[in-house]
């Protein structure tokens, strides 16, 4: 008799178990998204500096006249495809003159805004991703 008094008393407990842990499941889920999206814009980006510090290294100044406005157009154009536009132009400037062994680097700033769990970060106006590569020309 006393098991079934106890059982009895025991039906509300799951439930407020359940309320006061599912908030801290959900933010942690959350979380986890933000933390994956920034990572991936994070690596789109870098990627579309990549390319195109690469594209203004192989391509010669015989072939186009402008090997550094073929590195930013697809600077620009991978981002594009992503959905993504950089806060300025994408920049790919030669160490001087474009010639063999010069540095050549490439940098863009990308604005980055959370859906969830960022409040704060999105009250002050979210924040930006930066990526450069650098590359020698050939």
Not at 27 to 47: D, G, K, P, S, Y
Not at 72 to 82: E, G, K, V
Request: aromatic fraction near 8%; include cysteine; proline fraction near 6%.
């Amino acid at each position: 008799m006393k098991l079934r008094h106890t059982l009895a008393n025991a039906k509300g407990t799951s439930l407020l178990e359940f309320l006061v842990v599912f908030p801290f499941i959900m933010l942690i889920f959350l979380v986890c998204i933000e933390f994956t999206r920034a990572w991936m814009t994070a690596n789109i980006v870098q990627n579309a500096v990549r390319e195109g510090v690469r594209v203004a290294v192989v391509t010669k100044a015989t072939d186009i006249p402008d090997p550094i406005a073929a590195g930013t157009d697809r600077i620009i154009r991978i981002l594009n495809l992503s959905s993504l536009s950089p806060v300025a132009g994408p920049t790919v400037t030669c160490g001087g003159p474009c010639v063999p062994d010069a540095t050549v680097v490439a940098s863009v700033r990308v604005h980055f805004d959370p859906l969830f769990g960022g409040f704060i970060i999105q009250m002050l106006g979210g924040y930006d991703i930066t990526q450069t590569a650098t590359m020698r020309y050939e």
